[in-house]
DNA sequence: CGATTAAGTGCCACTCAGTGGCGTTTGCGT
DNA sequence: ACGCAAACGCCACTGAGTGGCACTTAATCG
């Protein structure tokens, strides 16, 4: 398997205490002062770490903040990986995140919606969010077939636009049952949205 | 008019030969010793104007280096002001961004290339164009309807898509000429994409 | 069980992007 | 020619991110 189990040391879980308690309060704090405004010398005195910890722990202020959604990329990737399935490769992709989505348990819903607040709320947060789904793009369209393809770059970058169109109708409410449906909302309303005239 | 002329001052003048200085120079530095590499420091030296200044003509180290780029945007965007025009609204945005192409002088075909380049090289710089490129897509947006409109999202999304593939297309050469061929190419290649399967 | 080894950490000094303050220059209008 | 305000230079500062080195502590092995 590509995925190395990691040893489930007693080393290893102290540290794995202190990335998860790291980007715990990362996102709570950059929730309730901003996360502009929060500085890592803050962060990681609430953590009790050093600043030099928390940079081998996350590549950025950025990265932390980013980690819900990490999780989602990285659990869709490893879906997209195992579901075979054929057909239609826009259908592929959606159903791939219907159950990818269907698999994140409730932490996770409680963690990503405060995520993409923040993502709303910083642009350069919304930069490394940007940044980060066109290496997820280039991943998927490197998986499927040929990446250098026009068709398939498209179609990609036409998933990836649907997913975002997806989770702004979510984002208001972020109702975690609802998100599915937006999905499938957004996917339906590819047709009519290139029919749209003036 | 929205556009409020400026007064062709001296003082104007002067102001404005320093933004291009800084423009040109920086450009040419960064394609020389890379986006990352080259300090501001190192620029507003071989510029002679203190650091203070830089950062009155730009927002940031990115911003300079995306000039060309923004060019093109504020190009089109007043195209698409301009130019009513009926029908589908992506042959809309297709049409005015072949015309605005159009309108874009040599020295921009120079300086647009080599921003591409950058914007491949540098990930800070990646993310700056697609926070860039997503407040364009608000703008159109809500220049031609509802922005809130779940279709209209969409259709913007994929317009950008269609335009971020062409570059891709364009980027290996950046011949001047083969540019709205591209864009055709990909805007062509819609359906076959959607209709992809493996 | 005790010694060796190396992963993980803390501390310190450093670079670089970006900002605020303030005094000075310089072009503009009268 | 004179006063005004825009633009500038200089300086000190914050905050993100990095490199180096000593130290702690868990894993490993005799």
Redesign the interface.
């Known amino acids: 398997m590509p995925t190395s189990e990691p040893p489930v040391t007693l080393r290893e879980r102290k540290k794995q205490r202190t990335r998860q308690a790291l980007a715990e309060t990362a996102v709570s704090m950059f929730t309730e002062h901003g996360f502009d405004a929060t500085t890592l010398d803050a962060l990681v005195d609430a953590v009790e770490v050093s600043k030099r910890t928390f940079f081998r722990n996350f590549r950025s202020k950025e990265d932390v903040a980013f980690t819900a959604a990490r999780e989602l990329w990285d659990a869709y990737l490893e879906a997209l990986g195992e579901a075979g399935g ?5 259908d ?1 992709f959606r159903d791939t995140m219907l159950a990818t989505l269907g698999r994140m348990d409730q932490d996770w819903y409680r963690r990503f919606p405060a995520t993409l607040r923040l993502i709303e709320q910083s ?2 947060l ?3 969010s ?2 980060f789904c ?1 290496g997820v793009q280039a991943e998927i369209a490197r998986r ?2 040929d990446p250098d393809r ?6 990609v ?2 998933f ?3 997913w ?2 997806a989770l ?2 979510w984002l208001p409410d972020c109702v975690p049952g609802e998100l599915p449906e937006c999905v499938r ?2 996917f339906a ?2 047709d ?7």
Do not use: H, K, M, Q
């Open positions: 054929t057909g239609p490769l826009l592929v642009s350069s919304d930069g490394y940007r940044r066109a499927v077939g026009l068709e398939l770059r498209l179609l970058e036409f990836l636009a649907i975002n169109c702004a109708e909302r957004a309303a590819i009519d949205s290139l029919r749209l005239a003036r």
